[in-house]
């Protein structure tokens, strides 16, 4: 995507072909810092103080990493070592094993001398794939944006709610949930967005709502609590979330407070679609409630609140009691009779175990 109008990509092999280049998140939107990696710690640091952050890119940064490690140790125990340790960087988002997992199934059976370069190559196709991915959702789910656009009055946009960042800074290119909207928006149709804040780390305010501006797309920031005010009052045409983890019967989690938008959505007749690539289906739970390891944060990120003074000093201020403890889930789970659809890469299914075998059937088999 487009930034001050040069085109990045939220992680890329630097130029001299070794260090791994990423935008640190923790910085939007104040600031647009690019940051080095130049070994499996920093990746690892990168992931767990999410400096990178969101499924897909957690993942593909979790590949680059193993390269970077890869340059000092190649046995077989310090291979496996250092995915063991990339995988627990974070608990919840399913991509992050999925691409440690892919990218040993392949470095493993070879001898360590050969591994370092079909790692970086492995790291490579992981990010392109990602990219082309996206874009197919993208495709996918403008069909949807574009069919509630003919049902709308002539000259009206088509109101669309989202929930924390899946867009493209939380992927490679495109996002999961906003490639829709940047398609739709390719084709012409008008979009207007409702950028849920996502406490406590923001992510909707500092990350999706600078995409947008960035993309010259409509939106307005909410707070958390207002979604279902405005779709009791009609102003919301759909909800198009990401996902962390999908279960195998179409259980979703996402970032926390989704399952809140999913209620109010039901509630009021609005669809709530999400997008997400098969990478995050993770095949091997059923129950997400039940199942899906919640990320448990500091509870710093709920006590206190960080923002830019006008002369562009970031400061972090307390907004609660010194002797005030807190909690801070990071995701819940939305059960799949909340899911109107899930977008994927090969189309739109119920979210349903049968409905994703329908996209997948080798995951049937
Ligand atoms: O804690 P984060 O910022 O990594 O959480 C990100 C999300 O919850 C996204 O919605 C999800 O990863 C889908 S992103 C394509």
Request: negative net charge; glycine residues 8%.
């Amino acid at each position: 995507m487009q930034v001050n109008g040069q085109a990045y990509r939220s992680i890329w092999l630097a130029a001299d072909g070794v260090g791994v280049e990423i935008i640190d998140q923790t910085r939007l939107p104040f600031h647009f810092h690019i940051v080095r990696l130049e070994s499996v710690e920093q990746a690892m640091t990168a992931i767990r103080d999410m400096l990178v952050r969101g499924a897909p890119l957690i993942g593909a940064t979790a590949a680059y990493g193993l390269c970077l490690g890869l340059r000092q140790h190649a046995t077989t125990e310090a291979v496996e070592n250092m995915a063991a340790q990339l995988i627990a960087c974070r608990p919840t988002a399913i991509n992050l094993r999925w691409a440690v997992e892919r990218m040993l199934r392949l470095l493993l059976p070879l001898p360590p001398e050969q591994r370092l370069a079909a790692a970086y190559h492995e790291a490579g196709r992981i990010c392109a794939e990602d990219v082309a991915t996206n874009e197919a959702i993208g495709r996918h789910g403008a069909t949807l944006i574009a069919a509630i656009h003919r049902n709308k009055k002539e000259g009206q946009p088509v109101n669309i709610l989202t929930h924390c960042n899946a867009g493209w800074l939380a992927t490679v290119d495109w996002g999961t949930a906003l490639a829709p909207v940047y398609k739709a928006v390719e084709l012409g149709i008008p979009v207007h967005v409702w950028v849920d804040e996502t406490r406590p780390r923001n992510q909707g305010a500092s990350l999706t709502a600078w995409e947008l501006v960035a993309a010259h797309i409509p939106h307005h920031l909410i707070v958390d609590n207002a979604g279902g005010h405005l779709m009791q009052h009609g102003q919301v045409d759909c909800c198009i979330v990401g996902t962390d983890r999908t279960t195998a019967s179409g259980d979703v989690c996402n970032k926390i407070g989704t399952y809140l938008k999913a209620l109010a959505a039901r509630d009021n007749g609005v669809p709530f679609y999400v997008a997400l690539p098969g990478s995050t289906v993770d095949w091997t739970v059923s129950d997400g409630v039940a199942e899906i390891p919640i990320e448990e944060r500091g509870e710093e990120e709920v006590l206190q609140l960080q923002g830019r003074d006008e002369a562009g000093t970031v400061h972090t201020v307390a907004i609660a009691p010194v002797a005030t403890p807190a909690v801070n889930p990071a995701f819940d789970v939305t059960p799949a009779r909340l899911v109107t659809g899930l977008i994927t890469e090969r189309g739109i299914c119920a979210a349903s175990r049968s409905g994703l075998l329908g996209l997948y059937p080798e995951q049937g088999q």
